[in-house]
Nanobody
């Protein structure tokens, strides 16, 4: 069973930056894509960003385009989410997701991101 370990997150003032990491317990050759989703209090989980592993193709939610950057370290089976120009509306629990060949999709434990005004 695929396991994901998230790190990063925390409390930051508006305009600040944070970086999230997500390490997957699978060989990098089996990863199709990794992504980040977030869930704010009282709201449904929403897509934030994803990266296709082989070619590094990325996609973003409109709300984070130009502020967030997703990247990967293939050798470590790890994805990163660099978040800049954070605002209070970005406050949420951020979940990492992996889609891999031959294994069910997996989710990380979640990382709290809180942006104060």
């Amino acid at each position: 069973q695929v396991q994901l370990v998230e790190s990063g997150g925390g409390l930051v003032q508006a305009g600040g930056s944070l970086r999230l990491s997500c390490a997957a317990s699978v060989r990098t050759s089996t990863i199709y894509e990794m992504g980040w989703y977030r869930q704010a209090p009282g709201k449904e989980r929403e897509f934030v960003a994803r990266i296709r592993w082989s070619f590094g193709t990325t996609s973003y939610a409109d709300s984070v385009k130009g502020r967030f950057t997703i990247s990967r370290d293939s050798a470590k089976s790890t994805a990163y989410l660099q978040m800049n120009s954070l605002n209070p509306e970005d406050t949420a629990i951020y979940y990492c997701n992996v889609v891999s060949f031959g294994s069910p999709d997996a989710w990380g434990q979640g990382a709290q991101v809180t942006v104060s005004s």
